[in-house]
Antibody, heavy 122, light 106 residues
Framework: EVHLVESGGDLVQPGGSLRLSCAAS????????MSWVRQAPGKGLEWVSA????????YYADSVKGRFTISRDSSKNTLYLQMRTLSPADTAIYYC???????????????WGRGTLVTVSS | SYELTQPLSVSVALGQTARITCGGT??????VHWYQQRPGQAPVLVIY???SRPSGIPERFSGFNSGDTATLTISGAQAGDEADYYC?????????FGGGTKLTVL
């Protein structure tokens, strides 16, 4: 059974940094692309970033490009999201999602974690 | 940037058929995925590649995509189907979600 557990969410001041982690189990981690998707309080889903199974292809939403960095460590079965220069607009629940295949596009997000809350406020 | 348009809300009587639309330019040439999100829970994939159902998703859920509109159909709607539903596609290396539709089962 696929299991995804996000961690690292916290209250951070504007301009600060945070690193999220997503521990994966129940599948061959390096065989699947992964995404981060966020949801601001009371709002809809917003895709943030994606990385292919072996990490050779990386994609970012325009809203986070240059500030966020996605990475993965297959030896630890863990996905990361390094977030810098955070603003209140980044406040959201951050979900990691396993995609249907090793390639990012145009695969669906077949399994999701429960999310971790990031709050950016002074 | 590419946009997907969904109705804010759809209502359906218990046991009847609900249809949720997702509109986008030439949407029919893209792979459309649908997600269900119950209150306080993470999203769940219910339809992928326009019309395929993941294992464990009831046959009551079906999808169709043609022209500029994709449709998620829920036949024999149950109380447990009350949730937010999102369509999603990939466009120019970015995932795009629709704004979401709140399904109310009366």
């Amino acid at each position: 059974e696929v299991h995804l557990v996000e961690s690292g969410g916290d209250l951070v001041q504007p301009g600060g940094s945070l690193r999220l982690s997503c521990a994966a189990s129940g599948f061959t981690f390096s065989s699947y692309a992964m995404s981060w998707v966020r949801q601001a309080p009371g709002k809809g889903l917003e895709w943030v970033s994606a990385i292919s199974g072996r990490g050779e292809s990386i994609y970012y939403a325009d809203s986070v490009k240059g500030r966020f960095t996605i990475s993965r460590d297959s030896s630890k079965n863990t996905l990361y999201l390094q977030m810098r220069t955070l603003s209140p607009a980044d406040t959201a629940i951050y979900y990691c999602a396993k995609q249907w295949s090793a390639v990012v596009v145009p695969a669906a997000m077949s399994s999701w974690g429960r999310g971790t809350l990031v709050t950016v406020s002074s | 940037s590419y946009e997907l348009t969904q109705p804010l809300s759809v209502s359906v009587a218990l046991g009847q058929t609900a249809r949720i639309t997702c509109g986008g330019t030439n949407l029919g040439i893209k792979n459309v995925h649908w997600y269900q999100q119950r209150p306080g829970q993470a999203p769940v994939l219910v339809i992928y590649r326009d019309s395929s159902r993941p294992s464990g998703i009831p046959e009551r859920f079906s999808g169709f995509n043609s022209g500029d509109t994709a449709t998620l159909t829920i036949s024999g709607a149950q109380a447990g189907d009350e949730a937010d539903y999102y369509c999603q596609v990939w466009d120019s290396g970015s995932a795009v979600f629709g704004g979401g539709t709140k399904l109310t089962v009366l």
